[in-house]
């Protein structure tokens, strides 16, 4: 059995897809923190099967969860102090998306215009849609995707 | 302050209200001569576009006010690699209202967020043309009586045209509006119109490939150019495009009050010959596209002209 050094202070992103805990890593720039990531792929999951676990010691704030939400809305965060786990934190589909992700159409003033964030709006929960804020372009959450 | 980036940036009351406006200023230009007095509209086109300008132009000029602007980006400061939000910070301090073309879409949205005086979209890419779907419901109010309670023909490239995307989107707000949907089956229209427009609104709608299919039913026919360029083989638009020609023959197809409107340029799409049937509506189209772009800058300068 792996063993990971229990975190005191920080936050634990829990049921994450098998293999995906890369891609969140680098959505959500935890390269650029300067704390302690523990990241662990394909751990025993009993409702998953296989899941993915990224801890991180750092407070919640650090983390952007616009983001992670937009990534997949239903991984569990947990929030640690002492050990211990105090908060489960659930995420929803923001309803904005600022820098985020980028959009992909050529056409769209956001390739062009200096110092513009990246703006999406969520136009459709049910089917995960997002619409570029000023070019309309369509894109689905990442859960979505698959 | 308020800006016009898309038509549906207003609600059904306000764009009848709108309309009642330009229909006010169609019957009574010398009442709204002077309303405008004293104001300047900045036309900013980054492409060319010699009907829409001069129709701003016209209107302001027609309001008592007047133009600054260019009309392509090779004269303007973009020229130098100016941002679009710099360009309209300079213009607000020059003029009290902007319309602004621009080939990137989402660009008069970008403008409006820090500009000091009223934005209006003047065409941005293939997204938006506010005005001209402004245009196309004063022309079939003023022609038809009514937004209500008809069959819409729409004919001839409906995948890439933003005018007809902009006008389903804004008729689907009447009740009782029927459309019927010509085109070839490459230029159908698209799947986020067809599901979150139409069936979304429960609007009926049928899709059909013939013209003279369609004729019989309209009570308002909008006609579009079918482009060669959107064709991966030129056999294929060689086959289409004369499916697409309305001439005095197709015509008589049509009901007798049948409206022919067109968002032009046309090229061959609707033949010279149909030019003197009364149904035809295109270049009344024009017209009324100026009384609605004054009433446009009235609204947005809030300026009221007294009885």
Redesign the interface.
């Known amino acids: 059995m792996l063993n990971v050094g229990q975190l005191n202070e920080g936050v634990v992103l829990d049921h994450i897809p098998a293999g995906k805990a890369m891609d969140i890593y680098k959505r959500l720039k935890l390269d650029r923190l300067d704390c302690q990531v523990a990241m662990i792929m394909h751990a025993h999951s009993n409702k998953m099967g296989e899941k993915d676990i990224i801890k991180v010691e750092a407070p919640l704030k650090k983390l952007n969860l616009d983001a992670l939400g937009f990534i997949d809305h239903t991984i569990t965060v947990n929030i640690i102090k002492d050990g211990q786990i105090v908060e489960k934190q659930k995420l929803r589909l923001p309803k904005k998306l600022v820098n985020v992700i980028h959009c992909k ?1 050529p ?10 964030d990246q703006v999406f709006y969520l136009a ?1 929960e049910e089917h995960e849609i997002y619409r ?5 372009e ?1 894109y689905r959450s990442s859960k979505k995707k698959g | 302050m308020r800006h016009c980036m898309s038509p549906l940036d207003f609600s059904v009351e306000e764009i009848d209200q709108l309309l009642d406006l330009a229909t006010d200023i169609e019957h009574n230009p010398e009442k709204y001569s002077h309303a405008c007095e004293g104001k300047k509209i900045a036309t900013l086109f980054y492409e060319p576009s010699t009907r829409t300008r001069l129709s701003f132009e016209t209107a302001m000029l027609n309001l008592g006010g007047k133009v600054i602007g260019f009309s392509s980006a090779q004269s303007s400061s973009a020229a130098k690699g100016e941002s679009v939000s710099d360009t309209i910070r300079v213009i607000s301090c020059f003029a009290d209202i902007a319309a602004i073309r621009h080939p990137k879409e989402g660009a008069p949205y970008v403008a409006s967020l820090v500009s000091k005086i009223p934005v209006i979209n003047a065409g941005d890419g293939g997204h938006q043309h506010p005005t001209q779907t402004l245009t196309d419901l004063m022309t079939i109010r003023s022609i038809k009586g009514r937004l209500n309670n008809m069959t819409i023909g729409i004919c001839g490239d409906l995948k890439f045209g933003r005018t007809v995307h902009s006008l389903i989107s804004a008729l689907v707000r009447y009740t009782g509006i029927r459309f019927i949907l010509i085109s070839p089956e490459e230029l159908r229209i698209p799947d986020y119109v067809r599901e979150d427009v139409l069936e979304k609104n429960n609007v009926p709608f049928k899709e059909v490939i013939r013209l003279e299919d369609a004729l019989p039913d309209l009570d308002v026919l909008y006609m579009t150019r079918v482009q060669k360029e959107r064709f991966f083989n030129e056999d294929d638009y060689v086959r289409m495009k004369d499916f697409y020609i309305l001439d005095e023959n197709k015509l008589q197809l049509a009901k007798k009050d049948c409206a022919i409107l067109h968002p032009l340029p046309r090229v061959n799409e609707i033949s010279v010959d149909v030019d003197k049937d009364p149904r035809a509506c295109y270049f009344r189209q024009v017209q009324y596209g100026v009384y609605v772009r004054m009433a446009l800058i009235l609204t947005l300068l809030g300026v009221k002209v007294s009885c």
């Open positions: 159409n056409r769209c003033i956001s390739t062009i215009e200096q110092g513009l459709d570029c804020r000023y070019c309309d369509q």
